[in-house]
């Protein structure tokens, strides 16, 4: 039987790319989880069906604990012999603004996805990881969240929060066989940095390029697998240098 992967946000972007990499790669059954946007889901599924890979798509809002609980509880029903042994919390939004003018909306969404959306997703899978005595957690923060960026106070904070939840958590479970990383990128070709203005932004990059998504995913594929046993509560920047 496969081992099983949830990825959060995996229908566009970097979550895509991972799923792509672990179906293709670790030979994983992939949950693909996205909120809104389900033709990009279908699409995912679908280059992963074109493989030969399986995978199959579970809609959800990561920030809603109640729609999490419910999401996972029929799918758990539906596969009562299954359990997720790895979980890429990386779904994540930016509501970009000064501080002093940040509407409260903003702080809150940017918050409850990622740092609300880590603790429903992670409290759903983490005691079944470690009672099976293997488990991986693999939450996509962002070079934001270590460094801080002007304009970015939520997501830089949101980020930071994860960070630090990664290096605790990781001390809990490491015995029972549960590893527990981060992952944070620099600037990476996704929806999520369209707008930005590359040549200019390139210049503060020592590989002088944005990366791409299947480069996060690469090391994400690593550290997902059973040759990265011994790494844990480690936050790796990928960056092409900065
Ligand atoms: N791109 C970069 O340069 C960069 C750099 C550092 C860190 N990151 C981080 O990497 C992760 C992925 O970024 P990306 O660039 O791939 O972003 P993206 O292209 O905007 O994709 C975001 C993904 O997250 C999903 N999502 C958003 N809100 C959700 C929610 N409430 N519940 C479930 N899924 C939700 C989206 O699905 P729907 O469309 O269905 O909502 C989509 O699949 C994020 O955590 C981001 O902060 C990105």
């Keep these: 039987m496969k081992k099983i992967a949830l990825v959060t946000g995996g229908s566009r972007g970097i979550g895509k790319a991972i799923c792509i990499e672990l179906a293709k790669h670790l030979d994983l059954h992939i949950l693909i989880n996205y909120n809104s946007n389900e033709a990009a889901a279908k699409d995912t599924l679908a280059q992963i069906e074109a493989f030969g890979g399986s995978a199959e798509i579970l809609k959800c809002d990561v920030s809603n604990a109640e729609d999490v609980e419910k999401t996972l509880n029929i799918w758990q029903t539906n596969n009562p012999e299954q359990g997720i042994s790895i979980l890429i919390n990386n779904a994540g939004i930016t509501k970009d603004g000064l501080f002093m003018w940040m509407p409260e909306a903003d702080w809150s969404s940017v918050f409850n996805t990622s740092v609300n959306g880590f603790f429903n997703m992670t409290q759903k899978v983490i005691q079944p990881m470690m009672l099976q005595k293997f488990g991986r957690i693999i939450n996509i923060v962002s070079l934001s969240g270590l460094h801080g960026q002007a304009g970015q106070t939520n997501y830089s904070a949101a980020k930071g929060a994860i960070i630090s939840a990664t290096k605790a958590l990781s001390k809990e479970v490491a015995k029972k066989g549960v590893t527990v990383n981060a992952v944070a990128p620099g ?49 790796i920047s990928i960056s092409g240098g900065i």
């Design 187 to 235: 600037f990476i070709t996704s929806d999520m940095t369209k707008d930005l203005d590359q040549t200019q932004l390139k210049k503060q990059i020592p590989a002088n390029r944005f990366g791409e998504p299947e480069e996060v995913a690469h090391l994400v594929a690593f550290l997902a697998s059973e040759k990265a046993s011994y790494i844990t509560g480690e936050i």
